[in-house]
């Protein structure tokens, strides 16, 4: 599968200013181009200001073709839309013009020729890139003062093994994902970061200058990323987790989880705002790179359903973060409670002969003590 992998360079005062000046031109000349006309077809394009831009903003020809391929790209996605393009928006390289001298420096064309760069590169970044294919064409980004190379590999999958355990997962608010062992990965810290974001974007909205309409799109970029952190570091570790213990993973249908779940006034915009649908990609393809078998359940009354006796009552929720069931008392955290239903489901649907879940249950035959975990 195709994995992208962000590759840090270093440079000097002398560089960063050759390489921001030739961010801005280049994004200057795609703004120059794109009000020509509505192109969806590069041979188009090019003849209409190859030329120009050449002679206009100093950029050597493949800098051009990119220019011309990027805001051809825009218009085949939406002929109506106006593209603007930020002044230092990313660039998109390819062979002709990036070449790697090994793992540790690349060379880029800029507006000055050619520039041979020293990379940052981790012992991650060094295992996924050594011996690899890059696919496509590796984006130049700058942000927070900071050039990446974003870079796309082949990245090899490894066989799935043979579960002898499920490790079920819950997806919620309170908790942003819940397993069937009992570990939460708690929502409180994004939910402070939630609110100051919301604060401070209400503030800027208010302003509404031009100053403050560029703050709410940095504003944007920077929680967007927040978002995708705490998703990579759960998926991450929930994955970790199974494969250490050699289980599937089973996590809920997310179909219409947004219309499904039904949320109070202060809990709705917290609903709203988590990215559900990335968290859960981010889970599969991880998966799918380690190995790890993955399975998807009804998620019809997991969190109504009692574990122990199968009884399904809305009753049983007494409290929104509580379980208790109406006829066999088993008491527990509502999140574990529906983690432990989407295990149950997908081991039946498995060839396992006796998974366990952190000893909490056995699928052959259901036992979980009154007083929940053991």
Same mark, same amino acid.
């Given at each position: 599968?195709?994995?992208?992998?962000?590759?840090?360079?270093?440079?000097?005062?002398?560089?960063?200013?050759?390489?921001?000046?030739?961010?801005?031109?280049?994004?200057?000349?795609?703004?120059?181009?794109?009000?020509?006309?509505?192109?969806?077809?590069?041979?188009?394009?090019?003849?209409?200001?190859?030329?120009?831009?050449?002679?206009?903003?100093?950029?050597?020809?493949?800098?051009?073709?990119?220019?011309?391929?990027?805001?051809?790209?825009?218009?085949?996605?939406?002929?109506?839309?106006?593209?603007?393009?930020?002044?230092?928006?990313?660039?998109?390289?390819?062979?002709?013009?990036?070449?790697?001298?090994?793992?540790?420096?690349?060379?880029?064309?800029?507006?000055?020729?050619?520039?041979?760069?020293?990379?940052?590169?981790?012992?991650?970044?060094?295992?996924?890139?050594?011996?690899?294919?890059?696919?496509?064409?590796?984006?130049?980004?700058?942000?927070?003062?900071?050039?990446?190379?974003?870079?796309?590999?082949?990245?090899?999958?490894?066989?799935?093994?043979?579960?002898?355990?499920?490790?079920?997962?819950?997806?919620?608010?309170?908790?942003?994902?819940?397993?069937?062992?009992?570990?939460?990965?708690?929502?409180?810290?994004?939910?402070?970061?939630? /609110?100051?974001?919301?604060?401070?974007?209400?503030?800027?909205?208010?302003?509404?200058?031009?100053?403050?309409?560029?703050?709410?799109?940095?504003?944007?970029?920077?929680?967007?990323?927040?978002?995708?952190?705490?998703?990579?570091?759960?998926?991450?570790?929930?994955?970790?987790?199974? /494969?250490?213990?050699?289980?599937?993973?089973?996590?809920?249908?997310?179909?219409?989880?947004?219309?499904?779940?039904?949320?109070?006034?202060?809990?709705?915009?917290?609903?709203?705002?988590?990215?559900?649908?990335?968290?859960?990609?981010?889970?599969?393809?991880?998966?799918?790179?380690?190995?790890?078998?993955?399975?998807?359940?009804?998620?019809?009354?997991?969190?109504?359903?009692?574990?122990?006796?199968?009884?399904?009552?809305?009753?049983?929720?007494?409290?929104?973060?509580?379980?208790?069931?109406?006829?066999?008392?088993?008491?527990?955290?509502?999140?574990?409670?529906?983690?432990?239903?989407?295990?149950?489901?997908?081991?039946?649907?498995?060839?396992?002969?006796?998974?366990?879940?952190?000893?909490?249950?056995?699928?052959?035959?259901?036992?979980?003590?009154?007083?929940?975990?053991?």
């Amino acid at each position: 599968m195709l994995q992208t992998l962000m590759v840090r360079l270093e440079t000097n005062d002398e560089e960063k200013a050759v390489i921001l000046k030739t961010l801005e031109q280049f994004n200057l000349a795609c703004n120059y181009a794109a009000p020509k006309g509505v192109y969806t077809s590069k041979y188009e394009l090019q003849k209409a200001v190859y030329r120009e831009l050449r002679e206009k903003f100093g950029l050597g020809a493949q800098m051009v073709i990119r220019v011309i391929s990027k805001v051809v790209e825009v218009y085949k996605r939406d002929k109506t839309a106006k593209p603007e393009f930020r002044s230092r928006g990313a660039i998109q390289y390819d062979r002709r013009n990036l070449s790697w001298k090994g793992l540790d420096r690349v060379s880029i064309s800029t507006i000055k020729g050619r520039m041979t760069l020293k990379t940052r590169i981790g012992e991650y970044q060094k295992q996924h890139l050594c011996g690899k294919v890059v696919r496509g064409q590796v984006d130049l980004i700058y942000r927070n003062g900071l050039f990446h190379l974003a870079v796309v590999v082949d990245a090899p999958e490894e066989t799935l093994y043979e579960a002898k355990n499920v490790l079920g997962v819950d997806l919620g608010i309170e908790n942003l994902a819940t397993d069937s062992t009992g570990e939460h990965f708690s929502g409180s810290k994004v939910d402070e970061v939630r /609110k100051r974001y919301t604060s401070l974007r209400a503030r800027l909205q208010a302003r509404g200058t031009k100053s403050a309409k560029r703050h709410l799109k940095k504003l944007s970029g920077r929680e967007r990323r927040f978002k995708r952190n705490v998703n990579h570091i759960i998926s991450k570790a929930l994955v970790g987790k199974a /494969k250490r213990t050699e289980s599937l993973i089973a996590l809920e249908d997310l179909k219409g989880i947004r219309e499904r779940v039904r949320v109070g006034h202060n809990q709705r915009e917290r609903h709203n705002k988590w990215a559900f649908r990335q968290l859960r990609n981010f889970i599969e393809y991880k998966a799918k790179m380690a190995g790890v078998p993955l399975q998807v359940v009804d998620p019809r009354n997991t969190s109504r359903t009692c574990p122990r006796c199968g009884t399904i009552n809305g009753r049983n929720r007494p409290e929104r973060n509580r379980f208790r069931c109406v006829r066999c008392s088993f008491s527990e955290e509502a999140d574990y409670v529906a983690a432990l239903n989407i295990a149950k489901r997908a081991a039946f649907n498995q060839p396992i002969v006796a998974p366990s879940l952190n000893k909490v249950y056995e699928v052959a035959a259901i036992s979980l003590p009154l007083g929940g975990r053991s």
